[in-house]
Each structure stands twice: as structure tokens, then as C-alpha cells.
């Protein structure tokens, strides 16, 4: 039935996901195994990261129920970027997983500001560097031999070589991907050189699946791991997004902007820096706007049974920024901006509507913003996100922006890392269907 899978294994802080492909790019397979909430304790947020193995192992079975491990060639796996732990030689994990929005490290984050450049993307208490000077103070450090990633740890666990990452997972590490290299100033931090990992290009072969996973799923031997990414770079390429100027606008709680550029980016004022993905770069911000802000007036109910009544011909002209509290970071960055959510309106569908229209208005101002540090305005905007499916929303922001706005078919991250694993085994066949989008990535 099937003669050529290509997987993508998806890691996040709820669960794992995982998609299989065919050689066309269709999706044939896909399975989810749920995760434990991360332990929460003020600032720090944590996670046994033998539960992540736990739910692949899951997941994988899942999908195998429904498609054959026979027919598999190649698998890559994504992370949640910043997300980070210490294992000693073997792999064995040595502390739990610093999660993506642990921020304990906010004296780590003030010597990183003392010395980082100006185009680093290791700013911030929520950085994998931060988390990486934190770590080191642990006892459990004198034993470490690296910090992995999430997806690097996985990986290792699937058969690639320990102390193996790739380059996006690594930018928020402190990894200079313009050069391609660890930087010198990671030791006038303090950072151990010696527990960085080596860094190749996401698409890259890593090396076959270990004989033991082989036996457990029943994959072929000579199926190989793929180096993955981020989640949120997987997502992206999930999309189809793959041109200059291609833009992906993410709906969810906060809003966050991506726009494929042919020079990086990076602004540590507006928060913005670009992950290198082939010869284009990804540029992004996010603002605090978003989905949030409709939670704090609306039930999911309410926002249901107005969406339809919506009149994206008749705009309120309110001029709102809404925020769900005051602080912005992209695209103005200002800890102390105010929401603007007045003069409200008496009825709640004209004020729906005029929340709708200023986040749009956010969206275009961050596309501007983008365009004003050297990335294209997106001459295409796709969407993800719970907001993707409102299509009154997509024409208020084709008239906001100016330029056509569709939903993506395909937003799974597992999608975009599938994607990857077939690249890297098709398309330097120049045969395979997808390989003219996935050019540029290569």
C-alpha cells in the first residue's frame, strides 16, 4: 500500500505528535500520546524528560497500528525551542528539562546582556544559554557531558550520535549561525565550551536508527535520522511557505509573525531574530496581543455565535491595541504600553469586531517593523492558529495588510519535520514532487 514513509515526531510540553508522509507529501498517519503538566514552582517550570521518550514510544505505536513501520525511510524530530537538560556520557539524563518559559535565570540573563552582540538570539532569562549558566551551578554538572535540546535528546534515544544538534535548536544557545560556529564570547559568560554540542544544518543525515528502536517498532535497518528543528520552524514549513517574502501569522494567545527573508535579521530592542533554514533566513517578533485578550471579554461560546455575524465591510474605526495587560515587546517595544480597548462600544459584536480590526492593525505594524530592519513585506500571508478558521477575520486582515491571506492546509509541526525527513533523502534526487518548494531550504 505504502512504499515510501517519511516521519516527523513533534515534541511539546503537552504531548507528542507524530505524522507520516508519503513521497507526494500527502499525509497518511498520524497519532498523539498526551504528556503530565510540567512541574510548576514560581518562576521555575520542569519535566521529566524520560516522559517525552515515554510518549514517542506511544505515539509510534499508535501510528503503526495504521500504517506499516515497514515503509518507513526516514525520521526527524522537533523541539519546543529553549527547552534544555543535562546528561552525562551515556545520555542518562543528570537534571529535569528546563521547559521553553522556565525563567529563573534572570542573573544569568543580565551577564548574558553584559556581552552577547547586538544579533544574538541568547537574550532573555527564558534563553537555553541562561538555562545553561543556571545548570552548571547544579551539583549534578560535574558529571554532565552536554546540554541537549529536546529534540537532541529524543534524537539520541531514536540512534543519532550523542551530542548531536542542529542549528536552529541551537540559536537561542548562543549559536552564530551567520558563521556558523559557537562564538568566543560564550566563555566571557562562563559558559562551558565543552558541554555545547556539535551543530549541523536542519535536513542533515545523522545517522541510521539504533538497532534496539529498529527491533521495538519494527523499521527498516536502513532507515535513517534526519537533524530537525524547532517547532515553531517546523510549523512554518508545515505551511508551504518557502518563497522570499512568504509570511506565516500564528493565531493562537499571543500573535507572532514570520516572514522568509534572503538576509537575518536581528534586533534585540524589538525582540526579533532569524533562524537560518538553507540559504533563507526566518524572520519573526511576536506581540502579547492575540487570542488572550478575546478570553478576558468572551466565551468560547459567545466568540462562536458572533464570529458568523461579523461585518469585515463595515469597519468600527476604533483604533484599539488590544493587550491583555500593559507591556508590549513587537512590535513596540514598551514594558509599560497601555491596552487601548476604549471607547467600548454597547453592543458586544461591534466590540469583537473592533478587537478583530486592532490586532490586525498589530499584525501589519509588525510586518512594517520587519520590513523597516531589512526582511520583504510578505507578498503572502498564511495562517495557524485557533484563529485560522475565522474567515470574516481573513478579509478584515486582507484589507488591513493589502495582500492575500489563506489558511494553511497543513500546520503541524510533525508535518514540517516529515518534511525534512523527505528532503533529505529525495530531493538530491531532483525526482521528488515537493523538492521545488524545499529547494530553498536545502
Not at 544569568?108 to 541568547?122: K, V
Not at 506581540?287 to 463595515?314: I, K
Request: glycine share 10%; aromatic share 8%.
Amino acid at each position: 500500500m505504502f512504499k515510501d514513509l517519511f516521519l516527523g515526531i513533534d515534541l511539546g510540553t503537552s504531548g507528542c505528535r507524530v505524522v507520516a508522509i508519503d513521497e507526494t507529501g500527502v499525509a497518511v498517519g498520524r497519532s498523539h500520546a498526551s504528556l503530565p503538566s510540567p512541574r510548576r514552582q514560581g518562576e521555575a517550570v520542569e519535566q521529566d524528560p524520560t516522559q517525552w521518550w515515554q510518549a514517542v514510544q506511544q505515539a509510534l505505536q499508535s501510528l503503526f497500528a495504521s500504517v506499516p513501520a515497514s515503509a518507513v525511510r526516514a525520521l526527524a524530530v522537533d523541539g519546543t525551542s529553549g527547552t534544555v537538560l543535562l546528561v552525562d556520557a551515556k545520555g542518562n539524563p543528570l537534571t529535569p528539562a528546563l521547559l521553553y518559559n522556565d525563567s529563573r535565570s534572570r542573573t544569568e540573563a543580565r551577564t548574558i546582556a553584559e556581552q552577547a552582540p547586538s544579533d544574538s538570539g541568547a537574550f532573555g532569562a527564558t534563553s537555553s544559554l541562561a538555562k545553561l549558566l543556571h545548570l552548571q551551578t547544579r551539583p549534578e554538572a560535574s558529571q554532565a557531558a552536554y546540554l541537549l535540546h529536546q529534540a537532541d535528546w529524543i534524537a539520541f534515544r531514536l540512534g543519532a550520535r550523542l551530542g548531536l544538534s542542529d542549528e536552529n535548536n541551537c540559536l537561542k544557545t548562543g549559536y552564530d549561525p551567520r558563521r556558523r560556529e559557537w562564538p568566543a564570547w560564550l566563555e566571557q559568560v562562563g559558559a562551558r565550551y565543552e558541554l555545547l554540542p556539535s551543530v549541523v544544518p536542519p535536513g542533515t543525515i545523522i545517522g541510521p536508527v539504533h538497532p534496539a528502536q529498529v527491533e521495538a517498532f519494527g523499521i527498516p535497518p536502513q532507515a535513517v535520522l534526519v537533524a530537525g528543528t524547532t517547532d515553531s520552524i517546523a510549523a512554518f514549513l508545515a505551511t508551504g511557505a518557502g518563497k522570499p517574502g512568504d509570511a506565516v501569522t500564528s493565531l493562537g494567545s499571543t500573535l507572532a509573525l514570520k516572514v522568509a527573508s534572503e538576509r537575518p535579521l536581528f534586533s534585540a530592542k524589538y525582540g526579533v531574530y532569524s533562524h537560518r533554514l538553507g540559504n533563507l533566513w526566518l524572520a519573526g517578533g511576536a506581540s502579547n496581543s492575540g487570542g488572550a485578550v478575546l478570553g478576558q471579554y468572551f466565551t468560547q461560546a459567545q466568540l462562536d455565535e458572533m464570529t458568523p455575524q461579523l461585518r469585515p465591510q463595515q469597519p468600527t474605526g476604533l483604533n484599539y491595541y488590544p493587550l491583555p495587560a500593559q507591556g508590549e515587546r513587537f512590535p513596540i517595544p514598551d514594558s509599560q504600553y497601555p491596552p487601548r480597548l476604549t471607547p467600548r462600544p454597547p453592543d458586544d459584536l461591534t466590540f469583537f469586531q473592533a478587537i478583530l480590526e486592532g490586532i490586525a492593525h498589530i499584525e501589519a505594524q509588525g510586518y512594517r517593523q520587519l520590513q523597516a530592519l531589512g526582511a520583504p513585506f510578505p507578498g503572502l500571508v498564511k495562517t495557524t492558529g485557533r484563529g485560522a478558521h475565522n474567515p470574516a477575520w481573513i478579509q478584515i486582515r486582507e484589507q488591513i495588510l493589502k495582500v492575500p491571506v489563506t489558511m494553511a492546509s497543513e500546520t503541524e509541526a510533525a508535518y514540517g519535520s516529515a518534511l525534512l525527513a523527505h528532503q533529505a533523502l529525495t530531493c538530491s534526487s531532483g525526482t521528488a514532487t515537493l523538492c521545488p518548494y524545499l529547494d530553498n531550504f536545502r
